[in-house]
C-alpha cells in the first residue's frame, strides 16, 4: 500500500498566486489609463483613449496595447507621458511578483497523524508522540525540503528521492533526511489503538509458516531490537514471497532493496525514552501486544 504521507499541493501555490496578482495588476493597469484619458483627453490624440485600447471585446488585453502602440503611440507627446506609466507599471508587476518568485518551494508536506496524539496511550504517551511526531519528525521533512530547493530530484516523489539518493555520498544528508521522513510516516500507519494481538488470514499464515509460530516470530522481533546497537528500525519484510525480520541503522530502509516493509518499529531513543528510558524492549513489547495495526501490515503485502 502507498501511504498517502506526502502532497505536492503547494507547488501550485506560486502558478496560482501569480494568476491573481496578473487579474489584479491587468485591472490596475486598465483603472490607470482610463484616469489617465481624462485627464489628457483635449491636448492629445483627441482624448479618446478607451474607444482605441479600452473597447475592443473581440481582442484580448495585450492585443489591445499592441493595436494602441501600433496606432497612437510612437512620436507624440501620449508616448512621453505613457512610457512612463507604463515604465512605472511593470517595476510595481515585477516587485508585487518577486516574493511569489522567490518563495521557498515546498515538495514535501508533513501529513497529519492517521490519529489523535493521545490515541496510543497509555502505551505511547501523548508528549512522546508530541515530540517524536511534532518535532523529530517535522524536522526531518523540513530538512528534507531545504536540501531539496533546486535538486535536480525536487519533483520526484519522496520514495523516488530515497531510492536515486541511496548510497550517493554527496546526497547523503537529503538521503538521511527523506528516508527518515518517510520511515516515520510508515512507522505511525502501523501503529493504532487497540492494535496487536495475533493477526489472522494470510499474513498469520505467512508469519506461521516462516518463524514457526506467531509466538517465536515475537521472540525473535524482540531479540532483534534488544540487540540492535546504537539507532535504528526493526522491520517485518516480504523477502520472495518469504517473511524475514531485518535491522536497518540510523535511517537506512529496506525501500531501497528488493524486499517489501510490511511493519516497522522505530528504536531510536527518541522514539521511547520519555516513557520508557532504557526498557527498548518493554516499548517494542506494548507495540506487538498493544498497538500494532495489523490490517494495514497485511495490506502492504
Ligand atoms: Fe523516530
Same mark, same amino acid.
Given at each position: ?42 491636448? $492629445?490624440?483627441?482624448?479618446? #483613449?478607451? &474607444? %482605441?485600447?479600452?473597447?475592443? !471585446? +473581440? ?5 489591445? /496595447? ?119 510516516? $510508515?512507522?505511525?500507519?502501523? #501503529?493504532? &489503538? %487497540?492494535?496487536?494481538?495475533? !493477526? +489472522? ?5 505467512? /508469519? ?94
Amino acid at each position: 500500500m502507498k501511504i498517502q504521507c506526502f502532497s505536492k499541493k503547494n507547488n501550485e501555490k506560486p502558478l496560482f498566486s501569480f494568476f491573481v496578482l496578473s487579474t489584479i495588476l491587468k485591472k490596475v493597469v486598465l483603472k490607470g489609463l482610463k484616469i489617465f484619458e481624462k485627464k489628457e483627453s483635449g491636448n $492629445f490624440l483627441t482624448g479618446n #483613449l478607451s &474607444s %482605441k485600447v479600452l473597447n475592443y !471585446p +473581440e481582442e484580448g488585453f495585450f492585443e489591445k /496595447i499592441q493595436n494602441f502602440w501600433r496606432t497612437n503611440m510612437i512620436g507624440t507627446r501620449f508616448f512621453q507621458n505613457y512610457y512612463i506609466a507604463f515604465f512605472f507599471c511593470g517595476c510595481l508587476l515585477l516587485g508585487a511578483l518577486q516574493p511569489v518568485f522567490a518563495q521557498e518551494r515546498k515538495p514535501l508536506t508533513l501529513a497529519p497523524l492517521p490519529y489523535e496524539q493521545s490515541a496510543l496511550e497509555p502505551f505511547i504517551s501523548s508528549h512522546t508522540i508530541g515530540f517524536h511526531y511534532g518535532k523529530h519528525h517535522a524536522a526531518y521533512v523540513d530538512k528534507a525540503n531545504e536540501l531539496l530547493n533546486g535538486n535536480p530530484f525536487e519533483r520526484k516523489s519522496i520514495e523516488e528521492i530515497v531510492r536515486v539518493t541511496a548510497g550517493k555520498p554527496d546526497q547523503t544528508a537529503l538521503f538521511n533526511n527523506a528516508a527518515q521522513a518517510w520511515n516515520h510516516s $510508515f512507522f505511525w500507519h502501523c #501503529l493504532r &489503538s %487497540k492494535g496487536g494481538g495475533k !493477526p +489472522e488470514g494470510r499474513l498469520g499464515k505467512m /508469519i506461521d509458516e516462516s518463524f514457526g509460530s506467531f509466538e517465536k516470530f515475537k521472540d525473535e522481533f524482540l531479540s532483534s531490537g534488544k540487540t540492535l546497537f546504537g539507532s535504528g528500525w526493526v522491520w517485518l519484510v516480504e523477502d520472495g514471497g518469504k517473511l524475514k525480520i531485518v535491522r536497518t541503522a540510523n535511517a537506512e530502509t529496506p525501500l531501497t532493496t528488493n524486499q517489501k516493509p510490511l511493519f516497522v518499529v522505530d528504536v531510536w531513543e527518541h522514539a521511547y525514552y520519555l516513557d520508557y528510558q532504557n526498557r527498548r524492549v518493554d516499548f517494542i513489547k506494548a507495540i506487538l501486544e498493544n498497538l500494532a495495526n495489523w490490517e494495514f501490515i497485511a495490506s502492504n503485502l
